[in-house]
T-cell receptor
Framework: KQEVTQIPAALSVPEGENLVLNCSFT??????LQWFRQDPGKGLTSLLL?????REQTSGRLNASLDKSSGRSTLYIAASQPGDSATYLC??????????FGSGTKLNVKP | NAGVTQTPKFQVLKTGQSMTLQCAQD?????MSWYRQDPGMGLRLIHY???????DQGEVPNGYNVSRSTTEDFPLRLLSAAPSQTSVYFC?????????????FGQGTRLTVV
């Protein structure tokens, strides 16, 4: 059974810090991995998609890496801002469009 | 561009009642799916569809039915609501998996069964 784990479950940092969110998965036969952001009471917003053949993707202050062989992905957020406060979800895609989600990391960036 | 639209946004049901959660996408996506999100458990796949007329079960399908008569719509039916089905439900869609494109999610339906 595919399992996706996110560590830490919660993180509180002062504004301006660089931070790393971790995601690990048990089955390395993935199609791709996607990082999402979820604000309270809202839906999921896609941040970055890494295809199985890629090692990393960047968008603005966000950088996501993928190491399939070790079953790990990291989301790096540079120069964090209070507006980055949200829950970050890692989702691993296997065949037939089946996503397996981690439980998320709840990030609080303090002004 | 509407993207993925879910209705209703909120719903309260009594135990035993039935209802349909609506999901529509205007991106001509082949793949559509339903997830439920419960505290501390992440999102779990209920049912999915790889195209019109084709559906299959996900991780937690019991108590739910789906059908896909058109590319655009993928409704989720609760046959006889139970308190254990209190959750937030998300619909998602994407292009063919071989194109490796990202998934788009609706804003969710918050369901409470009393």
């Amino acid at each position: 059974k595919q399992e996706v784990t996110q560590i830490p479950a919660a993180l509180s940092v002062p504004e301006g810090e660089n931070l790393v969110l971790n995601c690990s998965f048990t089955d390395s036969a993935i199609y791709n991995l996607q990082w999402f952001r979820q604000d309270p009471g809202k839906g999921l917003t896609s941040l970055l998609l890494i295809q199985s053949s890629q090692r990393e993707q960047t968008s603005g202050r966000l950088n996501a890496s993928l190491d399939k062989s070790s079953g790990r992905s990291t989301l790096y957020i540079a120069a964090s801002q209070p507006g980055d406060s949200a829950t970050y979800l890692c989702a691993v895609l296997y065949n037939f469009n089946k996503f397996y989600f981690g439980s998320g990391t709840k990030l609080n960036v303090k002004p | 561009n509407a993207g993925v639209t879910q209705t209703p946004k909120f719903q309260v049901l009594k135990t035993g009642q039935s209802m349909t959660l609506q999901c529509a996408q205007d991106m001509n996506h082949e793949y559509m799916s339903w997830y439920r999100q419960d505290p501390g458990m992440g999102l779990r796949l209920i049912h999915y569809s790889v195209g019109a007329g084709i559906t299959d079960q996900g991780e937690v399908p019991n108590g739910y039915n789906v059908s896909r008569s058109t590319t655009e719509d993928f409704p989720l039916r609760l046959l006889s609501a139970a308190p254990s089905q209190t959750s937030v439900y998300f619909c998602a869609s994407s292009f063919s998996q071989t194109m490796n494109t990202e998934a788009f999610f609706g804003q969710g339906t918050r369901l409470t069964v009393v």
